[in-house]
């Protein structure tokens, strides 16, 4: 399966998606990204039967009803700790990943989901809230895992011709997740006062998946080669991935990195953050992440059930309605992964921002005007669905994969501490001070929302280098002007033969900050 020497490009772009890198991605998605998706909507449908619970355990303890505020808090707490378990996974990758490596990782996570899975399973038979509490913590835990492991992997193993399509698959399925989470909370199937455990309970089967199928793929070749030294188990991984034997100029193209490292240990997140010439980099994924969280997505599920009541849809029918918001998410994230490649990152994600920012003023004036006319409250769902299309088709799954392309091997997991710590924070901080923005500014808190989102626009247009189908090198070269410091690898041929002649390193102290690698979510 040798590459066309007539048009390389085009050859190497269809002859990489080999079966075990497709295989790798939706195993490796199933049980990772899938679950973070399926996580966010699994509790909306059961809510009341949840706070049921709360109160009839209440009852039983102390002998009277539960406070409201109480309640309040109680069920605030358990959608909320989500993100602080997601927090804490995040910090822990670093060290996991180190000794497990990128699969193995992912292997481990699974133990979190299924203990996750019986401990919220279990609590209503139990008789104690307290494990619904504990279970969602843990299942945090696992996204955050899950959502810095999965996307180095995807980064790792896949050439830079399809990176984007690839690192789209993690997008995908939070997607899809979330679908199916909406899709199962309906009444006919889980989302009854009986059966609302199984919904959590669910959770074990791509956690299961992962567990038979991953084991049989190879370890990402990068971290084989860069961090174990292993140039055999690298080959066959890269000849597994990349589907056929002749992998010499991968391999090389690893190795020219690898000969750079070879000495070289694992940043840490202050070193990263002190390192100058990644400062733009790390700027970018800090306003990325953020934007990620804070351009207003969530403040959408919020408003969807009231504007739909609004508009004359019976209560009853509500969640079927909303069922087009999740298969909306899903379409455009699809619809992103097909054209990455041919539209590149930059304008999937300016243009998502830019158009978030547009349909959030519209949905502005429609909530404000919804009582005029009949129609206008119509207008506002196609502004809602319009919102969620728009982020999923670039600021949806791109921040993950430019987390991947921005930084070398020693520096992508701390780099991914960062992006996480982020990602999550800014969730948490979405889901304390909404309401309270809502609750002052009512509909117009969509004109944050869409302030937030201009500002990410203005700020990638001005500062974000475009990365598809560019080496890491070439991406760190980018930002070198920027960053008016050359990361130490970045020498000129001659300069490196010349060192390679005198076969005495300088073990300069910046060059220990050396390595940019390639990772993308």
Request: hydrophobic share 45%; aromatic share 12%; net charge neutral.
């Amino acid at each position: 399966m040798k590459l066309s020497e007539k048009d390389p490009a085009e050859n190497k772009e269809s002859q990489d998606w080999s079966w075990s890198l497709v295989v790798a991605a939706l195993v490796g998605a199933f049980g990772s990204s899938f679950l973070y998706g399926y996580n966010l909507s699994v509790v909306n449908a059961p809510t009341p039967y949840i706070k049921a619970f709360y109160n009839e355990t209440w009852y039983r303890r102390h002998g009277h009803p539960i406070d409201p505020d109480t309640l309040t808090l109680l069920w605030s707490v358990t959608v909320s700790i989500f993100a602080i378990g997601g927090l804490v996974g995040t910090l822990m990758v670093k060290i996991i990943g180190k000794f497990l490596g990128r699969k193995y990782t992912l292997l481990v996570n699974n133990g979190f989901a299924v203990s996750a899975a019986l401990l919220m399973a279990c609590s209503l038979r139990a008789g104690t809230f307290e494990l619904l509490i504990v279970g969602r913590f843990i299942m945090g835990v696992d996204g955050g895992i899950a959502l810095s492991a999965l996307p180095m992997y995807l980064n790792e193993i896949s050439p830079k011709q399809i990176r984007g399509s690839l690192g789209q698959v993690t997008a995908i399925f939070i997607c899809i997740g979330v679908f199916t989470g909406q899709l199962l909370g309906l009444p006919e199937l889980l989302g009854k006062e009986s059966t609302w455990p199984y919904l959590f309970g669910v959770i074990v089967v791509p956690a299961l998946v992962q567990l038979a199928s991953l084991p049989f793929l190879p370890e990402s070749p990068r971290y084989l080669l860069l961090e174990k030294h292993d140039e055999a188990g690298a080959m066959k991984a890269f000849q597994t991935f990349l589907g056929k034997a002749d992998v010499s100029q991968e391999l090389e193209e690893v190795l020219a990195e690898s000969r750079v490292q070879r000495n070289l240990r694992l940043m840490s997140v202050l070193e990263l953050l002190r390192a100058h010439f990644v400062r733009w980099q790390v700027i970018t994924v800090v306003i990325t992440m953020a934007s990620y969280q804070l351009c207003g997505l969530n403040a959408i599920w919020f408003y969807t059930n009231s504007i739909f009541s609004k508009a004359g849809i019976p209560q009853d029918k509500i969640p079927y309605i909303t069922l087009s918001t999740g298969g909306i998410e899903t379409l455009a994230a699809i619809f992103s992964g097909l054209v990455i490649e041919r539209l590149g990152r930059r304008p999937l994600l300016i243009g998502g921002f830019g158009l978030m920012a547009l349909f959030f003023g519209t949905l502005t004036v429609t909530l404000t005007l919804q009582d005029q006319a009949p129609w206008v409250p119509y207008l506002s769902i196609v502004c809602i669905l319009a919102i969620i299309a728009s982020f999923c088709s670039g600021p949806g799954g791109i921040p993950f994969i430019l987390t991947g392309e921005f930084f070398q091997q020693s520096e992508r997991p701390a780099a991914f501490i960062i992006a996480g710590t982020v990602n999550w924070l800014s969730n948490f901080a979405v889901g304390l001070l909404f309401p309270f923005i809502q609750k002052s500014l009512d509909s117009y808190c969509f004109l944050v929302f869409a302030a937030v989102c201009i500002t990410g626009a203005i700020y990638f247009y001005f500062v974000l280098p475009e990365t598809k189908n560019r080496t890491h090198a070439e991406i760190s070269q980018a930002f070198a002007k920027r960053n008016k410091a050359h990361p130490p690898e970045m020498k000129t041929d001659s300069a490196m033969a010349e060192e390679k002649a005198n076969s005495q390193p300088e073990p300069d102290p910046s060059s220990t900050l050396d390595s940019h690698g390639q990772n993308q979510v």
